[in-house]
């Protein structure tokens, strides 16, 4: 079985400062993607950005972008620059083929931006 | 173009009532999966469509939740005689066919059993 840990429940981080949230996960299968999503209050659960196991260069989108160990099994998210709009749920999730179709989320991690 | 859209958006039942939440996915989307997340956690998977055919529904809790999709488009997931526990937002996703594309989530359900 996959499992995916996020060991901070909470984070707070000052406006314009930078911010890393850490996600592990367990699992025996080789080929894997890795997702963040992001839940702002009250609002839908929308991508981040995602990682093929694969892939050994680090993806990077904008303001985001992960440091993924994959010998380590660990895959953080670094969020510079921070904006009181990434104030959110933020959830690391793990899909595989050996896994079927469904993603395994973390317990997530509640990000406040400070102004 | 429109997102992922569910409805209702709160649903409030007396236990032992039957409740059914709708998804309407992206068009084209060939995947569609139901999710349960309670309070404070992540979601957790409870089923998954490919097309009409149900493919998985191994996260099903009970044989009290049953969910179609018998036109291969909007999904449909029915909770028969409600339970306290069952208290949790169900999220609707759709994607493009194959387990590595982007999941679109909608906004939820949020079911209370009183």
């Known amino acids: 079985a996959q499992t995916v840990t996020q060991s901070q429940p909470e984070m707070s981080v000052q406006e314009a400062e930078t911010v890393t949230l850490s996600c592990t996960y367990d699992?025996?299968?080789?080929?894997?993607?890795l997702f963040w999503y992001k839940q702002p209050p009250s609002r839908q659960m929308i991508l981040v950005i995602r990682?093929?196991?694969?892939?050994?260069q680090n993806a990077t989108e904008n303001r985001f972008s992960v440091n993924f160990q994959k010998a380590a099994k660990s895959f953080s998210l670094k969020i510079s620059d921070s904006q009181l709009g990434d104030t959110a749920m933020y959830f690391c999730?793990?899909?595989?083929?050996?896994?079927?179709?469904?993603?395994?989320f973390g317990t997530g991690t509640s990000l406040t931006v400070i102004p | 173009g429109a997102g992922v859209s569910q409805s209702p958006r709160y649903k409030v039942a007396k236990r032992g009532q039957d409740v059914a939440l709708r998804c309407d996915p992206i068009s084209g989307h060939v995947s569609l999966f139901w999710y349960q997340q309670a309070l404070g956690q992540g979601p957790e998977f409870l089923t998954y469509f490919q097309n009409e055919a149900q493919l998985d529904k191994s996260g099903l809790p009970s044989d009290r939740f049953f969910a179609e999709r018998p036109e291969g488009s909007v999904s449909t997931l029915k909770i028969q005689r409600t339970q306290q526990e069952d208290s949790a937002v169900y999220l609707c996703?759709?994607?493009?066919?194959?387990?590595?594309?982007?999941?679109?989530f909608g906004p939820g359900t949020r079911l209370t059993v009183l």
């Open positions: 990682q093929e196991a694969y892939k050994q």
């Open positions: 999730a793990f899909i595989s083929p050996g896994s079927g179709n469904q993603f395994y």
């Open positions: 996703a759709s994607s493009l066919s194959g387990y590595y594309n982007e999941q679109f």
């Open positions: 699992t025996s299968e080789n080929n894997y993607y």
